[in-house]
């Protein structure tokens, strides 16, 4: 009989198939990965990676595949089930997907970008640990290919479900790391995980919506003053929301943040799903963090202006995409 | 010898076009064209024109086409030179190009949108009269076919130069409206242009930077609450700058702006010159508004945040088109 931890996976892109192979690496571990776009492919013959932690030219399946959430039960019941999806709560509610594999006894491990991103399964699941991870991760999902390009760092803690002691919570989040951590990544506890979430916030809320509105990478963007004049004033804006929420960041994060792909003409991803006319993730990384502004009385602009505009390209991208539908006639009011 | 009126027309565009017609159409003027990418194909076969102004299946060529400023002083002095182009001054000074065909008699004519498009004007020619035409037209020009869909209106009032009497200002401003009307279009001197100018600013300011950087016509804008989360209040924006350059614009014309286009998904000029990937007029039609409120200590983050955003499109589209480069490697700070 094993002793081995079981991990249901859903979203398997470039952090969600690292995070199994990383799972499955340690030994601690069988993973169950619901595939649905790359299922017959992985399948048939796994998925292919290269990766700058555990080597190129790998080919890897997870121990367990399959095509739905329903289908993963036979290989639970799950000590934990890690959502690895871009979150986007305006088209799905991922706490209802992965319903059907919780049991009283499952963490649900988010692993997204985000401010709020917990409501759903605090809500849903007020009786199970809620774990939040940050993931600094470069790796990219291309049809089955998986290009794992700047090093896993994962910090995991909890977000506080005030129905269960503060210590289990934390003794599950280490349980976590430790199935989690090898000898090529690196998963640590974070003991303020709220803060390294806020903290990659002024990254996320700031470089990639404005690279994805304007079209152009951070270097150009730099270049053409745009840093100046748009990203600085953004990212301050992002320091005090998360004041207003309880984080005290330094201002040093900003210029921290601004330098963190240097000397590299990078390309967010935000950007890249722009340009793939992909949803963006923009509720949980702008329209959060704007509507806590607007609780707390924070006056954010530039947030706010920028999360308005690319609610209209997340309607377009919808619209193109068949997911919503206009009047063949513009309406006109009476 | 001829009494007619001297006019030469530089930027024969769907507006410029029907403007030389207009004024030939009249029969008190001859119009000298200067053509560039044009050129060719209209001295060989005449612009094709589509008007609802002047009928369907027209084909048109001005008493004199030239192909450069200089080529066209053979056919001068002229009375008028009426500059239809875009206005883009951080890529050509206009002023400079049409210089050559200026005498001490010749009054400049701008038949352009935006605040501030006099200034090279009044600073290089501070003698002669400086008229601001505000056209409200729809018409396009594909490759030397005019498609001319709404009315020619044309508003005549002159940029006031404190070294002119006024009266002589009015007479000459006067004397354009009379060569220019005729029985198909709408001709008049405005006594109060500026306040025209900025009127028609509440509509340009806002619906089209807003639709080119959504990628979206206005009638979904509004159907995805753009035009509330956004519209209104930059539209409310303009309204302050105006205030405080002295012109009182009513709160009404919000609305008549928004509903202007009514029923249709009207695709302004600036998102298709956008997705052409063409420049823009973002100094006239928001910097130069955004640098007025901020001398007049106005507060205005819609248009500011917009225009900072559109600086970086102009900017991509300049590289695009090979007028700007950036260092191959990206510039980091010691």
Known sequence: MSSKSKVLLVGSGGVGTIASY???YAGKTTVTSVLRSDYDRVMEKGFSINSCDYGNGLVFKPTNVVNSVEASKVFGPFDFVVVATKCLPEVTNMIDVIAPAITIDTAIVLIQNGIGIETEALAKFPKNVILSGVSMIGSANMDGHIEHESPDMLRVGYFNNQNITQS??????????????????ECVYDEDVKFSRWRKLVYNACLNPVCALTGVDIGRLEIWGGVDSIIRKAMREVLAIAKSDGVILSEDVIEF???SDDPVYYRPSMLVDAEKQNLLEIEVILGNPVRIARKNEVNVPYLTIIYELLRIVQSRTMEEKGMIEIPKERPVPK
């Open 22 to 24: 990383a799972l499955e």
């Open 168 to 185: 289990h919570q934390e003794a599950v989040s280490r349980k976590f790391v430790g199935i989690y951590q090898n000898d090529k990544n």
């Open 257 to 259: 943040m601004i330098r």
